[in-house]
Each structure stands twice: as C-alpha cells, then as structure tokens.
C-alpha cells in the first residue's frame, strides 16, 4: 500500500490472498466480450484525433471536466484503449474493473495483485521485493514500477489493451509511467465522499472459510451460521480508514494534476450499474470515434 509521501508500498507476505479492496456485491451478471481488434485489423490508416467527449444523458458528477483525449494509431493500425482508474478505498474501483474487463477484454493490471505473484513466482523483481517484506520494509517505488513496466509490455497487454488499477499513487509513479512510454487514453476518477468510504470500510467482514467479503448494511451474510464466523480486518476500523484516505488524498492531486487533460470523473456513491453504464458510454463512445478516424 501507498504510505505517505514515498508512495512505497507495503505487503503482509504470509497472508496476501485477501485484498481489502475487493467488490463488496456478488459477481456481475455477465457480459459478451467485446473484441475490439477484429474491427479494426483491416483499416491501415494513420492519424491523431482530438475527441470532446460530451455524453449525454448521464449523471456525471457537477465537477466533471469533459476531457481532450488523444488517440494514436501505430504501425497504420489502430492501438487498442489503455485505461487507468483511481478513487481512494472503497470507491469501487474492484467491481468497475471487473465489469469493464469483461466488456472490454482489457489486461487488467493492479499493482498489489502484481507484487503478490511476483513473489509468489519467485522472479527477479520478486526475489529483491521479498526481501524488502521478510524486513517489514516498504517495497521501493523503483521495484513495483519495473514489474508493471513489465506487465503493460507483455503481448497481451499491448494487443488487446490494458486498464490500469489504483496505479500510479503518485507523481514520482506516473512520471516514470511517462518516461516508460505509458500514457492512458482515459483516466476515470471515482469520487466519493468521505462519510460513505468510512461507512463502506467499517462495516466490511471477511468469512474466514470461504474467502468471501461481506457488508454488514450493504451485503450481509445469507446465514446465521456464516455470520457468526465473519472476522474484520484490523485496519477496518473508522480511525485506521481515516488515516489510510490521508495518505491518499495526499499522493493523488499531484497525479490528478498530470493527466488532468483526459480525466473523466465519476460519482462513486452511485449503484455499481449506473457507474458502469456512465463508463461504458465514454469508453464506446472513444472506440466509435476511433473508428470513424480510420474509415474517414
């Protein structure tokens, strides 16, 4: 996790298979994939467009700036939506990512879940991360950075897309994103206030047996036997939460600042579905312009 302003982060080595962040809702119906790159493999057409993305009909939040994105084809063909999402904990970036992966097909890539298996798989940038954990230390800015590096390099991700998940933290992160050659088409913003991400928080219980995350209001256990065994993480508490959205808030307007110009920003305190619809209109819309650059 991000920690004040070394936005290092920091990993429980012997029980990293929760994370804190996960959907609180049950698994989204499913939804038809969507394959991008079959629409666009037989247009050969170089171009810049500019898009002023102008939704209508949607509730986007009063403060939301209708971003400039740039799209760029390569190689005369069409490169395939590279996508960053941020919002602070609870602000259900897990449950969005998971709706828009399965639409979209996207690589998605979540800095922490990278860490983990690195470690797990015993690889170079995991061997040097291991030994900051087995320390206690925080994991430097300079490892996780190189394995995403890496991940958003790997064919799958370059051919298909990728959406990029509570990363960067922070400017030191984006601007080696920058440096790399990663720049987003969109980054959508979830904004939620700080009543409900301590009250989403707060009442969060894990069941022990099964791995699953419940909410005491919002999605509470289907039996008295399972409710009995529900545990809370430690730092789900009001006063550990608090501090947690400090350090977020501290780190993230200096990333906002960076990629002001594609920000689309988004009312976290809706339902999951009228999130998701608000996301998938821009995202079809950019796709749509996308092509209508190629076949011009």
């Known amino acids: 996790m991000a920690s004040s302003s070394c936005s290092c982060y920091s990993m429980n080595f012997t029980a990293a298979s929760f994370n804190p962040n996960k959907p609180l809702t049950s698994p989204p119906n499913q939804i038809s994939p969507v394959s991008m790159l079959s629409s666009f493999q037989s247009k050969k057409t170089l171009f810049s467009l500019q898009l002023n993305q102008n939704v209508a009909g949607t509730r986007f939040r009063e403060s939301k700036v209708a971003p400039n994105f740039l799209v760029v084809a390569s190689g005369g063909e069409v490169e395939p939506l590279k996508v960053m999402i941020s919002g602070a904990p609870a602000s259900g970036k897990g449950t969005q990512c998971e709706l828009i992966t399965?639409?979209?097909?996207?690589?998605?890539?979540?800095?922490?879940?990278?860490?983990?298996?690195?470690?797990?798989?015993?690889?170079?940038?995991?061997?040097?991360?291991?030994?900051?954990?087995?320390?206690?230390?925080?994991?430097?800015?300079?490892?996780?950075?190189?394995?995403?590096?890496?991940?958003?390099?790997?064919?799958?991700?370059?051919?298909?897309?990728?959406?990029?998940?509570?990363?960067?933290?922070?400017?030191?992160?984006?601007?080696?994103?920058?440096?790399?050659?990663?720049?987003?088409?969109?980054?959508?913003?979830?904004?939620?206030?700080?009543?409900?991400?301590?009250?989403?928080v707060v009442g969060r219980r894990l069941d022990p047996v099964t791995g699953k995350i419940y909410h005491l209001k919002y999605s509470p256990p289907e039996t008295e036997e399972i409710a009995a065994r529900l545990t809370q993480r430690f730092d789900d508490t009001e006063e550990k939460v608090k501090l947690r959205l400090l350090t977020h808030n501290s780190n993230v307007e200096a990333v906002l600042s960076m990629y002001k110009d594609i920000i689309v920003k988004m009312d976290g305190s809706l339902s999951k579905q009228e999130i998701f619809s608000q996301i998938d209109t821009v995202l079809t819309e950019l796709l749509e312009k996308k092509e209508a650059a190629l076949a011009a």
Not at 158 to 183: C, H, I, M, T
């Open 102 to 200: 399965k639409k979209y097909d996207l690589v998605h890539v979540a800095a922490g879940d990278l860490l983990r298996a690195e470690v797990a798989s015993g690889t170079e940038n995991g061997k040097r991360a291991k030994e900051f954990m087995e320390r206690g230390q925080l994991v430097p800015d300079e490892i996780v950075v190189m394995m995403v590096k890496e991940r958003l390099s790997s064919q799958d991700s370059q051919e298909k897309g990728w959406l990029l998940d509570g990363y960067p933290r922070s400017e030191s992160q984006a601007n080696a994103l920058k440096k790399y050659g990663f720049v987003p088409d969109i980054f959508i913003l979830l904004e939620v206030p700080e009543e409900i991400l301590v009250e989403r």
